[in-house]
């Protein structure tokens, strides 16, 4: 008896020194919780999904969370805490508007701090970190800086929102997170770009002066360095008309005509950045007739809308995960706002502001902080099998947080945490861009090509996955009779290669095909481009004089033409920290006008009119590094006095920097292969120099200051003999 008492007394130990929820965590499956004042039923396809993916739905009556008055974010996030462990609650999923499932609004700077943007932010944020302090200082405004420091929060939950009421709204927005959500990884694996442009050079907005901010540019930085390689196909629409347009290579140009035609096609991923409001994003075009000018006023630039939430709202896209890069689109007080409106569309899952979204407009790099940032660490971690989109932003804000706070020194430190709050999360959070499956996705390198009339046009492709077993490939034409041209599908191993004659007298303009992948029931669609253009009739080529190229050493280029031209246009792109721009050569004096545009940030343009035949030099100086650079010509435009144009293909050039003369060459102003006392005797003629001095050259500059001092001439000295 007293054996059967002690082992008694040994069970009771063990229940009430362990919580229930560590005894039976094992056997618990992740929980995808639901709040929302509607019934389950209304998610019925949604519901199986989960399941099938092996979590367990819960589903929570907004009735039923205690709270003293009218229910409250802090309530809501009470209940969450008592729930976390027993219930494993992995996600949340909160069904209803603003108005039945309150956002917390979180303060972003401390009271006195006076800014018109800088205001109190709704966020579901608040509901993913539950165990954190928000309000360290207890004043009752939540999350100000500095008051209650950095919003370096960790998630506990991944929390997505379906910001609508309606019971029918709902049932559809469940069926179409249900679709996405089962469908297949090659299914998915294609990208839509959309980059406006957001600012000019010495533009001017609210007192600062910008730099140039081209969302193409930072469309292509997401796909080069986040998802190429991947096994994801692009298709791109940037910015081309106006003055100084964006000079990246697109399959389309940027308008409402061209994004409206792609919404209701299948994407993954869509990713735009363009000036926003709550119902609408705008480009933003330089209009040419003020071309003249070193950098835009207010007058000389027009904001054609994009997009917007009544086009929307009468849409059905088969879009999957939308990313914004814009203001205020998911503002909860604009009803249905655009990001409201894209979910409602058939979108499963919407990342996008609440309110103003801060970003520099010098950003490059991760270390220039602000929105440009955060989303493109949301794609970075999105793009790793099996992430989620909830765990994606949650992971990217707490990085972000932690280490490029302090980034952004163009707009008030305040806005940091603001895009903490900021960036929400409409639709499923559990949802995947990459499951990880193993069968293979098409990456077509270059989906946009040109070739001229009598020529073969060709397209390569990399092909994922490990298991190819049962893909089929073909090419049709896309509402166009081209039976002239059906490309030819070459497959070898992961390779995949098309190729198209085109007959010789086929006029020039824009050819579309659809490249359809099939794996059994299952299949996928990839748009590729074919411009033809007339035969190239002109040459671009670059030349280092005697083939070594060492630091501060210039670069010639030229540009010939077979004829006279009535126009030319030559837009280039270049690395500013490792190239700069010395002296443009004299065009033809035929030539009436001849203007020269460095627009900074590593793009030039260059424009003649009148009669020219040859611009004959283009001198850049390379600047301090080692290693590859490149300088590419992304668009030549050349009239003649026939009516079409002629056009050559982007191109590269590379340029490689040896290390061994690195050292002795920076000091060797007179090229005489060695450091002597003439570079001495020249950099002395120039000490006391300034940027403001005729006399100046950033050559013997040696420690980039902008002052030739005795500091540059000691540098110099130890580099005597090499």
């Given at each position: 008896?007293?054996?059967a008492?002690?082992f008694v ?5 063990i ?9 039976f965590?094992e056997?618990?499956?992740?929980c ?33 969370i ?8 802090k309530?809501?996030r009470?209940?969450?805490k008592?729930?976390?462990?027993a219930?494993?609650i ?5 069904v209803?508007s603003?108005?039945?499932v309150?956002?917390?609004?979180c303060?972003?700077?401390?009271e ?7 205001v109190d932010?709704?966020t ?11 309000d ?10 500095p008051?209650?420091?950095v919003?370096?929060h ?8 379906i ?10 927005i469940?069926?179409?997170i ?9 299914q ?6 959309g ?19 081209d ?18 196909s692009?298709?791109r ?18 308008n409402?005509e061209?994004?409206?035609y792609?919404i ?29 000018k ?16 009544t086009?929307?709202t ?13 203001c205020?689109?998911?503002?909860p ?8 409106s ?13 309110r103003?979204?801060w970003s ?5 790099k991760?270390?220039?902080?602000g929105m440009d ?6 794609c970075r971690y ?30 008030p430190?305040?806005s940091?945490q603001m895009?903490i ?16 499956d193993i ?14 009339p ?15 077993t ?17 490309p030819?599908?070459v497959i070898?191993g ?32 990839i748009l ?21 190229i060492i630091?501060?050493s210039r670069v010639k ?6 004829q006279?031209t ?11 920290d ?11 004096k035929?030539?009436?006008?001849f203007?020269?545009?460095?627009n900074?940030f590593?793009?030039?343009y ?6 020219s ?16 650079t490149?300088?590419?010509v ?8 026939r ?25 060797d102003?007179?090229r005489s ?7 001495l ?16 050259d950033?050559v ?13 001439y ?5 580099r005597?003999?090499?």
């Amino acid at each position: 008896m007293k054996k059967a008492i002690n082992f008694v007394v040994f069970i009771i130990f063990i229940l009430t020194t362990i919580p229930a929820n560590k005894v039976f965590s094992e056997e618990q499956k992740p929980c995808f919780l639901i709040i929302s004042k509607q019934p389950l039923s209304l998610l019925g396809e949604l519901t199986k999904s989960k399941e099938s993916a092996g979590l367990q739905v819960r589903y929570v009556n907004t009735d039923d969370i205690p709270s003293e008055d009218r229910l409250g974010p802090k309530d809501i996030r009470i209940f969450l805490k008592k729930n976390k462990d027993a219930w494993n609650i992995k996600y949340l999923l909160i069904v209803g508007s603003e108005d039945t499932v309150p956002m917390m609004y979180c303060s972003p700077a401390s009271e006195g701090v006076a800014s018109r943007d800088l205001v109190d932010t709704p966020t579901d944020f608040y509901y993913s970190s539950i165990y954190d302090e928000w309000d360290r200082d207890g004043d009752g405004r939540v999350g100000e800086y500095p008051d209650d420091g950095v919003a370096e929060h960790k998630a506990d939950i991944f929390v997505g929102r379906i910001p609508f009421d309606e019971p029918k709204t709902i049932s559809e927005i469940s069926k179409s997170i249900a679709e996405f959500d089962n469908l297949a990884d090659f299914q998915k694996a294609k990208l839509l770009f959309g980059g406006a442009m957001l600012g000019f050079q010495g533009e001017v907005w609210d007192d600062k002066v910008m730099e140039r901010t081209d969302g193409g540019e930072y469309c292509e930085k997401i796909y080069s360095e986040i998802f190429s390689g991947k096994g994801f196909s692009r298709y791109r629409l940037y910015e081309k008309d106006g003055f100084l347009p964006s000079p990246f290579q697109c399959e389309e140009p940027l308008n409402a005509e061209t994004f409206g035609y792609q919404i209701p096609n299948r994407y993954g991923l869509v990713l735009w950045t363009a000036h926003g409001s709550p119902e609408h994003i705008v480009r933003t075009v330089w209009n040419s007739g003020s071309a003249q000018k070193s950098s835009p006023s207010k007058a000389d630039l027009s904001q054609p809308r994009l997009l917007n939430s009544t086009q929307m709202t009468g849409a059905k896209t088969r879009w999957g995960i939308v990313v914004s890069a814009s203001c205020s689109t998911s503002n909860p007080s604009a009803g249905t706002g655009l990001g409201a409106s894209v979910i409602k569309a058939g979108a499963s899952a919407y990342v996008g502001s609440t309110r103003v979204a801060w970003s520099p407009s010098y950003w490059r790099k991760l270390e220039d902080g602000g929105m440009d940032t955060i989303l493109y660490l949301f794609c970075r971690y999105l793009s790793v099998p099996g992430t989620s989109v909830g765990q994606a932003i949650a992971q990217a804000r707490v990085e972000f947080a932690k280490k490029y706070f302090f980034g952004d020194i163009e707009d008030p430190i305040e806005s940091a945490q603001m895009n903490i709050y900021n960036f929400n999360l409409y639709g499923d959070p559990s949802v995947c861009l990459i499951k990880g499956d193993i069968g293979g996705s098409v990456e077509i390198l270059e989906p946009s090509i040109s070739a001229s009339p009598g020529e073969v046009a060709k397209w390569e492709a990399n092909i994922s996955g490990s298991d190819l077993t049962g893909n089929i490939f073909q090419v049709i034409p896309d509402k166009q009779d081209m039976s002239w041209a059906v490309p030819e599908v070459v497959i070898a191993g992961n390779k995949l290669v098309l190729t198209a004659e085109i007959p010789s007298s086929v006029p020039n303009g824009k050819r579309f095909w659809i490249l359809h992948q099939k794996r059994g029931d299952l299949s996928s669609q990839i748009l590729i481009v074919l411009n033809i253009v007339p035969k190239p009739e002109a040459s671009f080529g670059f030349s280092s004089g005697d083939g070594v190229i060492i630091p501060f050493s210039r670069v010639k280029s030229s540009l010939n033409l077979t004829q006279k031209t009535k126009y030319l246009e030559v837009t280039l792109k270049y690395d500013p920290d490792k190239i700069k721009f010395v002296s443009i050569g004299q065009p033809s004096k035929k030539s009436d006008v001849f203007s020269f545009f460095d627009n900074h940030f590593g793009l030039a343009y260059i424009r003649i009119s009148g009669a020219s035949e040859v611009l004959p030099l283009i001198s850049f100086r390379v600047m301090k590094f080692v290693g590859k650079t490149s300088i590419d010509v992304s668009k030549i435009v050349a009239m003649t006095d026939r009516p079409e144009a002629l056009a050559i293909q982007s191109k590269s050039f590379e340029i490689a920097i040896g290390e061994k003369e690195l050292w002795i060459s920076r000091a060797d102003f007179d090229r005489s292969g060695k450091v002597d006392s003439f570079d001495l005797a020249l950099l002395l003629s120039r000490i006391g120099c300034t940027k403001q001095d005729p006399k100046y050259d950033p050559v013997y500059d040696l420690d980039d200051n902008g002052l030739i001092d005795f500091i540059d001439y000691s540098l110099a000295f130890k580099r005597i003999s090499g």
